[in-house]
């Protein structure tokens, strides 16, 4: 493609790669992501400022790789020293980007998603309006796919109930005019199809043996086999239209399943909707196209 797609590219795929150690949030990412863009849209923003809330959203949780597996994958419920390991998140996410040529295009959304707007948030404890717009935004969409997905300690929420608690708590935990669109959405069924999915079309699957969720690449053909993130259980796959289902084969494969595999198809479709959404002049040096990209 060119330079810039090369360097959208990377992003997301370092984002997918931190987010393939967690056993436990499969196409979380893509999730926010695309609750962003819906709510972005719902907003009626320019198709920039689209595309950047979209990016935002699935680079948000980028400082997750600084966090030990330990944590990370715990099957309980954190204490309190493990929930200060995780607030450093935000920081190590904004620090890891720092001299990516289009970190400009993600920083608020990956530094600021979990600020509040009654400034009990962190990493900056910043306030109201003081919170970019991006990062509000990303703050309920990401609170919004960790109430309505699974954990080991607990089952997803329905949409309905999740979305209550978002007007409970507008104008303290989540931002007021965002909270709003939010409910719009969810009431009008426009949230539904990415619900419990990895990617379009594709529900979340389960294992049978231990709990976590699977999310299974378009690429894994009918008869092809995927793999429990944490038990390594293997998994004959078996597409019938929409359906899909997974049958355990009883084998075992610890090194394969926890090697992490970034899914580049959906890399790739999202980088081509972020890169036409971004200004691009025809005919411009390089470095000319990236300072339109980041200004």
Same mark, same amino acid.
């Given at each position: 493609?060119?330079?810039?797609?090369?360097?959208?590219?990377?992003?997301?795929?370092?984002?997918?790669?931190?987010?393939?150690?967690?056993?436990?949030?499969?196409?979380?990412?893509?999730?926010?992501?695309?609750?962003?863009?819906?709510?972005?849209?719902?907003?009626?923003?320019?198709?920039?400022?689209?595309?950047?809330?979209?990016?935002?959203?699935?680079?948000?949780?980028?400082?997750?790789?600084?966090?030990?597996?330990?944590?990370?994958?715990?099957?309980?419920?954190?204490?309190?020293?493990?929930?200060?390991?995780?607030?450093?998140?935000?920081?190590?996410?904004?620090?890891?980007?720092?001299?990516?040529?289009?970190?400009?295009?993600?920083?608020?959304?990956?530094?600021?998603?979990?600020?509040?707007?009654?400034?009990?948030?962190?990493?900056?404890?910043?306030?109201?309006?003081?919170?970019?717009?991006?990062?509000?935004? #990303?703050?309920? *969409? =990401?609170?919004? /796919?960790? !109430?309505?997905?699974?954990?080991?300690?607990?089952?997803?929420? $329905?949409? @309905?109930?999740?979305?209550?608690?978002?007007?409970?708590?507008?104008?303290?935990?989540?931002?007021?005019?965002?909270?709003?669109?939010?409910?719009?959405?969810?009431?009008?069924?426009?949230?539904?199809?990415?619900?419990?999915?990895?990617?379009?079309?594709?529900?979340?699957?389960?294992?049978?043996?231990?709990?976590?969720?699977?999310?299974?690449?378009?690429?894994?053909?009918?008869?092809?086999?995927?793999?429990?993130?944490?038990?390594?259980?293997?998994?004959?796959?078996?597409?019938?239209?929409?359906?899909?289902?997974?049958?355990?084969?009883?084998?075992?494969?610890?090194?394969?399943?926890?090697?992490? #595999?970034?899914? *580049? =198809?959906?890399? /790739?479709? !999202?980088?081509?909707?972020?890169?036409?959404?971004?200004?691009? $002049?025809? @005919?411009?040096?390089?470095?000319?196209?990236?300072?339109?990209?980041?200004?």
């Amino acid at each position: 493609m060119n330079h810039a797609t090369d360097l959208l590219r990377s992003l997301y795929t370092m984002a997918m790669m931190v987010e393939a150690r967690d056993a436990y949030t499969g196409g979380h990412l893509w999730r926010v992501s695309q609750f962003s863009r819906c709510v972005a849209e719902a907003m009626a923003l320019d198709e920039v400022s689209v595309a950047r809330i979209e990016l935002g959203g699935f680079l948000h949780d980028l400082g997750k790789v600084g966090i030990p597996d330990a944590v990370l994958n715990k099957r309980d419920r954190l204490t309190d020293e493990e929930y200060e390991v995780i607030k450093t998140h935000p920081q190590v996410g904004a620090d890891l980007l720092h001299g990516h040529p289009l970190a400009a295009l993600a920083l608020d959304a990956v530094l600021l998603h979990h600020e509040m707007p009654d400034g009990r948030g962190y990493p900056q404890g910043l306030r109201g309006a003081q919170i970019p717009l991006v990062a509000r935004i #990303v703050g309920v *969409t =990401d609170a919004l /796919d960790a !109430m309505t997905s699974s954990r080991p300690y607990r089952a997803g929420m $329905p949409l @309905a109930r999740a979305l209550a608690i978002i007007e409970d708590n507008m104008g303290s935990q989540f931002d007021a005019e965002v909270g709003r669109v939010v409910l719009q959405l969810g009431q009008s069924g426009v949230l539904e199809h990415i619900v419990g999915h990895s990617e379009a079309g594709i529900p979340l699957q389960a294992c049978g043996l231990c709990g976590p969720i699977i999310a299974v690449p378009r690429r894994v053909a009918d008869g092809g086999e995927i793999y429990c993130p944490s038990c390594t259980m293997t998994y004959a796959v078996s597409r019938r239209g929409v359906a899909l289902t997974l049958a355990a084969t009883g084998i075992t494969a610890p090194v394969v399943a926890r090697q992490p #595999v970034p899914d *580049t =198809d959906l890399i /790739d479709d !999202m980088v081509r909707a972020a890169y036409r959404a971004l200004p691009q $002049p025809p @005919a411009v040096p390089k470095r000319g196209l990236l300072a339109r990209l980041l200004g």
